[in-house]
């Protein structure tokens, strides 16, 4: 479980922050006067900054942007400031692929980092297996874990799709119901959820009445919802795609609210007010949270620390204007996983392309992440062999109209046998 | 998830599939937009009946401009030196700056500030390219220092065709590359699209641009569309379309370009939508990216302006028939072909609103940035809140219905000019006017149906 380390005030986060922008105020050669070169180190950031991913990848761009602002307060990595070089991938997996290239070739990146959609990584890993470019995805994947990838794609800073549902199952049968429905889009996103979750019910003693597909293209539901069996205690949905505020909508309209417990995925509403007109609906069911959007009464310095240096305000929103949502739940992986490139080249003793190999066994050796300024989602468990982080998932409910967290997984909750050993493959 | 994430709601990227779009679609979907298309193809045919009904001059008169100033000492050549000044600067800092297109002036002028800006301002205000060419400009100048004329003459024969075939390039590159934004990419291809038709307008004359050079030939559609124009040497004041009655009928070429304008618009909407998608065999919440439809955008892309000009021209046969019309199929097409560019330029609007509103955004961030007037935050906020983006729809929906009106009138005043009394007039724009209401709801339909690439 998390624990709160103390309460974080808006005081406290501005002080530390002072603290970083006094070290930047610092001329160049103080702050990296023990480097052996002031070159920067390179990393190319492969950006969905057009494509269906440009929502995602505008907010990835300023967590990216804070992160690397506040190592190169801190002195950089191995003493060298750090220069972030982003290349639009569209969200497009060939021209992913044509982004990896370009940062192994023509721009001289040290590595690459924070691809989001699946598609795109699946599209670029191989070509940075080939060019033997430490590659940190972002995505929250199982292909990572699965070993469809290679040794040098890596994914520390978030969790996957699989340990996310399979660590829900305990809450939901304990909490609201064993019976339980499922409404999923009818591809492979819904799939996942599918065949993640119902065997994690089941081992809870659980029960799967129903698993009820929707084409992708559709945009009207109210002639699938008969089809949830009457005895349904919890409704699980993960319904995406424009349509997923017109779902919502017909849902409430059916049940009256008198249906069964709501349990969603916030990627669902990503990016929405939780509290839009039309959203009603959702008051009292359930959320799946990478990390908490609303500022909790608890919230750690880590957290608030995190919160302010991404321009985030206690609703989530940026603090230039409360309409605009961020996405919080999954954008910290892009905060995490630049201190775990940061960690592990100073490990490594990374001086350049050279040691690259060296960047990556330092990786894969790398265990518990304890929740830090670093890590401040949560404590962090990575496993070398599967190459990707484990760590403790937040489950919310809607309480006027905020996301209150009422549950926190332990680690061990989201853990599944390693289905490969990537320290086995030669670099 | 993350994949999918916000494919949710996402930012579909807009057109051109280029610059996001947004979650603004979830709302959208929220809204009653079917009663909002009924009443819109309402509107048009009740303009229809009007004009049945109404004096024959009506129309004509709606348009009749209004003189204003004799006209300014002509600097436009100067002007269009230091634009094409501008445009090497931005070619060489889409070669050396930065990789981001939202943050790189080229990609930004180019899809931002020229496309979705200034080719809207060219419709409603009148020819503003003329100004900023970046072709007219050099090519007076070198004309004036060299003092010699253009070494070969443009051949006739070849009318505005060169220029339907341009212009196609330019759309198919809006909507088939597979990364049209991206700031070295974009350099080059501007680069090399301004070289050849520098050198086509210094061996070719001026004729090179009002033929073969489809991006003035875009402007100079459009411009017919604007307030101001010229009339009887003095610049003049009309309602929008004035300066389509006033100018001369096109060629067929030019005619046919009007057309490639609309048609290029309508597929430009209708390859993002669900329904486009399903018919590829795509899943539309998983678009795989623009390099996976290049093939079948580019037929999109032909075969939505082969069938526009094909149902175009049987409404015209059509109503010509019942109007006992003896215009040829030719003349039919250069006659009505200008109506439709009210259409076309509003739905052009209406299509780029939200992403004008979105990355125009990051055209002033980057502005503020290069004068050091500091940051400038990014918002999509008013694409997550119900209310703004009613008031958006609303907005794009009320142009595309005043674009179809405006064309209607505009069709009926050709038809009365040609000399058919009122009634035979109503009767020959009958099925154009069919084709209008249904372009109406068409159009509509396309912004609000969900899209999902």
């Not at chain 1, 919230?299 to 919160?307: G, I, K, L, V």
């Not at chain 2, 009926?412 to 040609?418: M, N």
């Amino acid at each position: 479980m998390t624990t709160p380390t103390k309460t974080a005030t808006r005081r406290g986060a501005l002080k530390t922050l002072a603290g970083g922008a006094a070290a930047a105020a610092l001329p160049l050669w103080a702050r990296y006067t023990h480097a052996q070169s002031a070159e920067p180190i390179r990393i190319g950031f492969q950006q969905h900054r057009t494509g269906i991913g440009a929502a995602y990848g505008r907010w990835y761009g300023r967590t990216t942007e804070a992160a690397v602002g506040l190592i190169n307060a801190g002195g950089g990595i191995n003493g060298r400031p750090v220069e972030i070089v982003a290349e639009d991938d569209g969200t497009d997996p060939k021209r992913g692929a044509e982004v990896v290239e370009k940062f192994a070739n023509q721009h001289g990146c040290d590595v690459g980092f924070g691809t989001l959609f699946s598609h795109v990584v699946i599209g670029s890993a191989p070509r940075a297996g080939e060019l033997k470019l430490p590659y940190f995805v972002v995505s929250e994947g199982t292909h990572v874990s699965s070993g469809m990838l290679n040794r040098y794609t890596l994914q520390p800073g978030i969790t996957d799709v699989r340990s996310q549902v399979i660590s829900m199952a305990p809450f939901i049968t304990e909490t609201l119901g064993k019976k339980v429905t499922m409404i999923f889009p009818d591809y492979g996103f819904g799939y996942d959820h599918r065949d993640a979750l119902a065997p994690a019910i089941e081992a809870q003693g659980g029960e799967v009445l129903a698993k009820i597909a929707i084409p992708p293209s559709e945009t009207s539901f109210t002639r699938y919802f008969p089809k949830i069996p009457r005895d349904t205690e919890v409704l699980y949905h993960v319904m995406v795609g424009p349509a997923v505020l017109t779902f919502v909508k017909e849902l409430g309209e059916f049940f009256g609210g008198q249906g069964p417990a709501l349990f969603g995925f916030i990627d669902s509403l990503e990016a929405v007010a939780i509290n839009s007109p039309g959203l009603d609906f959702l008051e009292g069911s359930h959320f799946w949270e990478g990390m908490c959007r609303h500022q909790q009464p608890d919230e750690t310095a880590h957290e608030a620390f995190y919160r302010e240096a991404v321009g985030v305000d206690a609703r989530g929103a940026s603090v230039n204007d409360p309409a605009d949502v961020s996405t919080y739940g999954h954008m910290f992986g892009c905060w995490e996983t630049l201190h775990v490139i940061k960690a592990g080249m100073e490990a490594a003793g990374y001086r350049g392309p050279q040691d690259r190999a060296a960047l990556i066994e330092a990786v894969e050796a790398m265990s518990d992440m304890p929740q830090s300024r670093e890590h401040p989602q949560g404590a962090k468990r990575f496993n070398g062999k599967t190459h990707q982080v484990f760590g403790h998932q937040f489950i919310s409910q809607v309480k006027n109209g905020t996301l209150m967290r009422v549950h926190t997984t332990a680690i061990e909750d989201s853990l599944y046998p390693d289905m490969v050993d990537y320290t086995t493959q030669a670099f | 998830m993350a994949k999918v994430l916000l494919s949710t709601l996402v930012l579909c990227l807009s057109a051109e599939a280029v610059w996001a779009h947004a979650s603004e679609q979830g709302f959208v979907l929220l809204l009653p937009t079917d009663v909002y298309i009924a009443a819109g193809g309402a509107t048009v045919v009740l303009t229809v009946a009007l004009l049945a009904v109404l004096p024959g001059g009506v129309a004509g008169a709606i348009f009749r401009p209004v003189p204003l100033a004799a006209s300014r000492p002509n600097l436009h050549h100067l002007f269009g030196l230091v634009a094409a000044g501008v445009l090497l600067w931005l070619i060489w800092r889409g070669l050396t700056g930065s990789r981001d297109p939202m943050m790189n002036p080229l990609s930004l002028s180019v899809w931002v500030v020229f496309w979705i800006a200034l080719v809207s301002l060219q419709g409603l205000i009148g020819d503003l390219w003329r100004w900023i060419n970046p072709w007219s400009g050099p090519a007076a100048f070198l004309g004036r220092i060299i003092g010699r004329r253009a070494r070969w003459r443009y051949p006739r024969v070849l009318g505005h065709w060169p220029g339907v075939a341009s212009f196609l390039g330019f759309a198919g590159f809006l909507l088939a590359d597979p990364a049209p934004t991206d700031p070295g990419r974009l350099a080059v291809a501007v680069a090399v699209y301004w070289a050849f038709n520098m050198a086509g307008v210094l061996l070719f004359g001026g004729a090179w641009l009002l033929r073969v050079e489809g991006i003035t030939l875009l402007m100079r559609s459009y411009a017919r569309m604007g307030l101001l124009g010229r009339a009887q040497g003095r610049l003049a004041l009309g309602v929008p379309g004035w300066q389509v009655l006033a100018q001369p009928v096109p060629s067929l070429g030019l005619a046919v370009l009007m057309l490639v304008l609309l048609g290029s618009g309508s597929f430009d909407g209708l390859n993002e939508t669900f329904l486009w998608l399903g018919w590829l065999g795509l899943n539309p919440l998983e678009f795989p990216g623009r390099s996976a439809v290049i093939g079948s955008n580019l037929l999109g892309l032909l075969l939505t302006n082969l069938g526009l000009i094909a149902v175009f021209a049987l409404c015209l046969w059509l109503g010509a028939r019942l109007a006992k019309d003896q215009a040829g199929p030719g003349l039919l097409i250069r006659r009505y072909a200008p109506t439709l560019l009210p259409i076309a330029l509003a739905y052009h609007i209406g299509h780029y609103l939200t992403s004008f509103l979105l990355d125009g955004q990051y055209v002033l961030a980057w502005l503020s940035e290069a004068l050091g007037a500091g940051h400038v935050h990014v918002t999509a906020g008013f694409l997550n809140s119900p209310g703004p983006v009613r008031l958006i729809w609303m907005t794009q929906a009320g142009v595309v219905v005043a674009g179809h009106v405006i064309a209607q009138l505009l069709a009926h005043a050709i038809a009365v000019r040609a000399g058919q009394s009122t009634r035979r007039a109503a009767l020959a724009q009958a099925p154009l006017a069919l084709f209008m209401v249904g372009y109406t709801v068409f159009g509509l339909w396309l912004l609000a149906t969900p899209r999902g690439a």
